[in-house]
């Protein structure tokens, strides 16, 4: 039984989204550490050893390649405390798109295209565009006139990038500007009944209006078959 439960891994496959190993040993996964697992290893002492787990041996990017680098080279430490989860950055950038500024019209996106087909580099004024979310290349700008380490974090006077790792594209931010304005998915989901209070529209009716699915009669005009505010 004890052959059968046994797993170990090294280093695999990441979830894209939030940098922690994927779960299970069909996928080559790490072991799940719950709430009570926490409890247990707290109540022991064992306070780096869970440290190491939440940081180098989970969503920590940086600090994973540090310890990558240390295994082979030999040559580095590793300090747990300056750790920093991808998780966190996460929710902290769902935080910034709910509350992000449009003053700055540098980081509004123009048009809908993505690669450009031909030389498979992204489209300025797209979706992917370097000027907004970061570099295509490890430290090279988009028009190749900088290349290297050696020019990181200049930003091209031709192009317009920013030389870096194209990793900080996980952390750049843009927006578009919609025609119609649309109601904040990630808000319904926690404030549905404060909505449907202020709104004075229930909240099953208003959850259909949010998805398209109904709409509101604002100004009924002469007929007397629609009343206001009717969904």
Known sequence: MVVDKFHARNVGPYSLIYQQPLKGRAQLGGQRVGEMEVW???AHGAAWNLMEMMSVKSD???QRRLAQSALIFD???IDLRSSQSESFNLLLQYLRGIEISFADDNFRIESSKTVNIRTFKPELGGLFDPRIFGPFLNYEC?????????NKGQKCERC????AEKNIQRWRMGHISLDTPVTNI???KVL????SKLLEIPTKKLEDII???AYVVLDNGLTKLLKKKEV
């Open 186 to 188: 990630l808000l319904f």
């Open 75 to 77: 040559d580095r430490q």
């Open 60 to 62: 920590d990017i940086h």
């Open 142 to 150: 988009f028009c190749g006139k900088y290349k290297g380490k050696d």
């Open 40 to 42: 247990v290893l707290e």
């Open 211 to 213: 998805y398209f699915r």
């Open 160 to 163: 317009e990038v920013l030389i």
């Open 192 to 195: 549905s009944t404060n909505l």
